[in-house]
């Protein structure tokens, strides 16, 4: 189980997040949805202190860490206990695939490298990249890149996998197939975080749905509620323009056609 | 042995009466090095049949070799050539009569003609293509384009190697204390062994390089910093 | 000018050629152990030792070698004699090496830190997202990538301090040019000496270039280009 109590961060005198509280059950995907700039990106780097927050605290399983008083020690366990997948992908570039994905198992949780090799190409399969065991990063397409990102987040086992974005860079053509994969391991119960602008998308793959503005916790619950019985005012205009957005769109493709 | 502290600063006051000639042997080849860098790099960038292989060639080899063998080579052999010429064509001018400053000038403007075109050929390539393409649809030949958008952008662009290779030269520019010519290191030469006072000497000399190498990286930090404004979001 | 005198010459001078490499290999090895100690300082700006990294790269960056190597000629038997060790007889090679070691550490610090710091964040944020400390992110994930962006400056540094070796003879080494200048007061002829010793520095000077270009493809390959950006 995850837990984040009153999470608040502010960047000079900016305050970014005003007090987050969220609980996600063990199993269970959430997405974060909002308006650029809302805090979701910061909260989701708040939770692996790759941002440490000014206040609250983030409990993962039994382990608590407080942001105030957080040590290296606590923050290395922290961090172990998670894993995240990054917009851009950041897959180490002087490593192969395989090697992206050993590297963690064997810096950092210490198993012995067969070991290591053996669940890395399983979870590289996974992803359906086992041709491209050994190609390095450059060698791939975007959407290729962002698979492997996501496998090594996996191979690590982690309470919590984070997800920032993680199409959002991609071309069209290729956020299908990355989206079938994170729906897939979805369905084998890892418990996840996705910030996504991929609203049909969130509404598929998540159990619980929590939409920020201005820092700031606007509207949480189940899909079906959020997505067609929206209470609050920001939560409705936010949906009704993405819904224009997408009419927008396709009405501009059969224009098109 | 003893520092005599006092001693740097007389020596920093002798010495630093060398500082024109110092100057002299650094700027007067770059400046003709400059010209010489924009001839070579046309060469080889428009590949001019029959000389484009010289260029190249002189380029690596210049850049291949120590300084100080471009300073020996013409020093020694430049008159060898003067003479024989004159005695050919019945000249009056003798070797000996010109300075050995003039052809330090030369080998170093040599020298700076081979790094320089380096520089200059970096920063037009770094210019991006569609620059030209943009000057040649509003109506510019080739060479408008070349001397009113692309040149100034890549100059731009060069101006931090530009800065790197006046200082660059104006350290190469001691070496030529070698075939005496009385710039900072050689009157520091001259200030050290008529006083006895070697390390006071050249700890002064120091002094002055160094100062005058911060001067200039400060100098081109606030020419940067007005090209970037003026070029904001183009070409830094 | 007698073009024979070359061919002449040519043997006596390259057999002082290892002398001159050897002067190079002790300045690129004492210059990377200092280079490497002071990138580090810079960039965990270690306080203190870090201004005194500024003004040591400073004074090396905006002095000629010509004038370092008089300084620590002149300079180290004075400071050494102060704790009463007496190099006034040492071999003049062991104030060379000194002096472009030194010279080398500079570059090479600023070039490993610049490398430091050009690879991209998001590498740094990876590594720590999966679990790794503060030294396996330097030494796993930063280091590589750094050193591998750091090779065509570093090649370039080193053939720098090759060509800046010719100054040696300054202070009365003999490697090839202290060689030469003995060929010159015996044989009168200075220009032929000075071709000879230009075709040797750029031989050895195209040998590396072609050495470091071999080296960089074969580095690249086996860490993955780093060249190519895929956004
Ligand atoms: N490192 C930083 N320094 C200063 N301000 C920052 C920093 N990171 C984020 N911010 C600010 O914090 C606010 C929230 O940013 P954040 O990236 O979390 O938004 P987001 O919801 O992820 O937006 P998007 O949908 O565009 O990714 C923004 O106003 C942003 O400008
Ligand atoms: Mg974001």
Known sequence: ???????????????????????????????????????????????NFLERPNEGQVIVDDFKV???????????????????????????????????????????????????????????????LTEKANAYPVQLSGGQQQRVGIARALALNPEVILLDEPTSA????????????????????????????EVSFAKDVSDYIVFMDQGEVVEEG?????????KEERTKRFFKRINREEDNLESNLTNAI | MQIDIPFIFTALTEIFKALPLTMIITLVPLM?????????????????????????????????????????????????????????????????????????????????????????????????????????????????????????????ISLPNLCNIFIGFLHTSSIAFIVSQKELTGAANIVASNNLKFLEAYIAAALIYWGLTIISEKVTALLEKRVTVYNRGGVA | MDITLIVDFFPKLISYLHITLLIL??????????????????????????????????????????????????????LLALVHIDVSRANPLLFVAITYGLSCGASFAEIIRGAVNGVEKGQTEAAYSIGMNEKQMMVRIILP????????????????????????FTIGVMDMVGRGNTLIASSLHALEVYITLSIIYYGVVICLEKGFSLSEKKLQRFEGSLAVDTK
């Open chain 1, 222 to 230: 189940i899909p079906t509620v959020i997505f067609n019985n929206p």
């Open chain 2, 32 to 156: 003709i090095g400059f010209l010489i860098g924009i001839g070579i790099t046309l060469i080889r960038i428009r590949k001019v049949k029959g000389i484009y292989r010289l260029a190249n060639f002189y380029v690596s080899f210049l850049r291949g070799t120590p300084a100080l063998m471009h300073i020996m080579l013409i020093y020694l052999g430049l008159p060898l050539l003067i003479d024989k010429m004159a005695e050919t064509f019945h000249w009056s001018i003798q070797s000996t009569s010109i300075p050995i400053l003039l052809f330090v000038l030369m080998a170093l403007s040599l020298t700076a003609g081979a790094y320089m075109s380096e520089i200059i050929r970096a920063g037009i390539l770094a210019v991006d293509q569609g620059q030209l393409e943009a000057a040649e649809s509003i109506g510019m030949t080739g060479f408008q384009a070349m001397r009113r958008i692309v040149f100034p952008q890549a100059i731009a």
């Open chain 1, 170 to 197: 991609l071309d069209p053509e290729l956020v299908f197939e990355v989206l079938e994969v994170i729906k897939r391991i979805a369905d084998e119960g890892i418990t996840m975080i996705i910030v996504t602008h």
């Open chain 3, 145 to 168: 990538q750094a050193l591998v962006m750091a090779f065509p400056n570093f090649a370039n540094s080193v053939i720098g301090s090759l060509k800046d070796t010719s100054l040696a």
């Open chain 1, 1 to 47: 189980m995850i837990q984040l109590r009153n999470i608040q961060k502010s960047f000079g005198n900016q305050l970014v997040l005003k007090g987050i509280d969220l609980t996600v059950n063990k199993g269970e995907v959430v997405s974060i949805l909002g308006p650029s700039g809302s805090g979701k990106t910061t909260l989701l780097r708040c939770i």
């Open chain 3, 25 to 78: 290999v002790a300045a690129v090895a004492i210059g990377l152990v200092i280079g490497v100690v002071i990138a580090l300082i810079r960039i965990y700006k270690v306080p203190g030792f870090n201004q005194l990294a500024l003004i040591y790269i400073s004074f090396m960056r905006g002095t000629p070698i010509l004038i370092q190597l008089f300084l620590i000629y002149f300079g180290l038997p004075t």
């Open chain 1, 66 to 128: 407080n942001s105030k008083q957080a040590n290296k020690k606590e923050i290395l366990t922290l961090r172990k206990k998670t894993a995240m997948v990054f917009q851009q992908y950041n897959l180490f570039k002087h490593k192969t695939v395989i090697e992206n994905v050993m590297e963690g198992l064997i810096i950092v949780q210490k198993q012995p490298k067969e070991t290591a090799r053996k669940l890395a190409m399983e979870v590289i399969e996974k992803v359906g």
